[in-house]
Nanobody, 111 residues
Framework: VQLVDSGGGLVEPGGSLRLSCAASGFTFGSYDMMWVRQAPGKGPEWVST????????YYAASVKGRFTISRDNAKNTLYLQMNSLKPDDTAVYYC?????WGQGTQVTVSL
């Protein structure tokens, strides 16, 4: 299993970013996928999950209405569209499935 996260960066409050996770080494379309984040000095926080077919999505209360998870099974890629970003969204974001995590991508929300 290999998960490669990308798309992070520095953005001002209210801005947007789209994260990507390129998956390989397993049958991507057979697995639910999730995003997890870890802020400095804090433990991991679940952000969102999408079912294997993409028909069901779930969000933490802290991001619901601002973040959208999606996937392209033909491209073996998971996405997280993040809008209306807040300083509290600053964290390293990881895609994950069945015990495997990507390397993470840093998102910093600051003026």
């Amino acid at each position: 299993v290999q998960l490669v996260d990308s798309g992070g960066g520095l953005v001002e409050p209210g801005g947007s970013l789209r994260l990507s996770c390129a998956a390989s080494g397993f049958t991507f379309g057979s697995y639910d996928m999730m995003w997890v984040r870890q802020a400095p000095g804090k433990g991991p926080e679940w952000v969102s999950t999408i079912s294997n077919g993409g028909h069901s999505t779930y969000y933490a209360a802290s991001v619901k209405g601002r973040f959208t998870i999606s996937r392209d099974n033909a491209k073996n890629t998971l996405y997280l569209q993040m809008n209306s970003l807040k300083p509290d969204d600053t964290a390293v974001y990881y895609c994950a499935t069945h015990g495997s995590w990507g390397q993470g991508t840093q998102v910093t929300v600051s003026l």
